[in-house]
């Protein structure tokens, strides 16, 4: 979350560039984990509304631009109290992609190789040697697999500098897009994206 109502993601994990159409993503559910045959959501389901991925990878442009966001409506209960997901878990800042961030970013994700269901924090990713660029792909060293695209770059726990979307196995590294120049500027106007807290009016828009 980088707003009470906006999700940061992978492009990809919203969009299809097979099938060229948005993916059926309809729900999400903060902290959702899974005990035996049950799926908890602690902190609630929320209803996407809204999604918006960078024309530049709808047009098959490549991993470059596999950026895009998620907008939830608000819950609302029988006293008119509307309620975003950030109101309940929070959400990260947002800021550039420098060096200095860079060496602090951890991935909290659902590895696939780990128990169904199940959070993981990598620790942090420079493994003392460091990350590398190309464009606005970052390069890193934490530990990743499958099910953990879309995880932000978290700088110092509580900034997103990015988000993970790769594994490039022919390097022994993993990586994703940097929020650098009108990548960075992109995802601060979605974060600003409206939203309404009037029991009428409460649904995003783009």
């Known amino acids: 979350l980088i707003a009470p109502h906006v999700v ?116 942090v990713c420079s493994n003392n040697q460091g990350w590398s660029k190309s464009g606005v792909i970052g390069f890193h060293y934490c530990d990743t697999s499958p099910g953990m695209s879309g995880s932000a770059f978290l700088s110092n726990g509580d900034t997103a500098v990015g988000v993970h979307a790769y594994g490039f196995e022919a390097l022994s590294r993993n990586g994703g897009v940097l929020l650098l120049g009108s990548f960075y500027d992109q995802v601060l106007q979605w974060s600003q994206t409206y939203m309404s807290r009037d029991c009428e009016g409460q649904q995003g828009t783009l």
């Not at 159409?21 to 902290?31: E, M, N, R, S, Y």
């Not at 950026?67 to 309940?88: E, Y």
């Open 8 to 123: 940061l993601t992978a492009g990809h994990c919203l969009y299809s560039t097979r099938s060229n159409q948005l993916k059926a993503v309809t729900t999400i559910a903060p902290g959702r984990t899974r005990v035996g045959s049950s799926t908890h959501s602690p902190w609630g389901r929320w209803t996407v509304t809204d999604m918006v991925v960078l024309q530049e990878y709808r047009d098959g442009r490549g991993s470059s631009f596999d950026l895009g966001v998620a907008i939830v409506a608000p819950t609302i209960d029988d006293m008119c109290n509307v309620t975003f997901p950030g109101d309940k878990v929070g959400y990260v800042g947002l800021a550039p992609a420098t060096d200095d961030r860079l060496q602090q970013v951890s991935i909290i994700g659902y590895p696939a190789e780990k128990p169904d269901g199940t959070m993981w924090d990598s620790g």
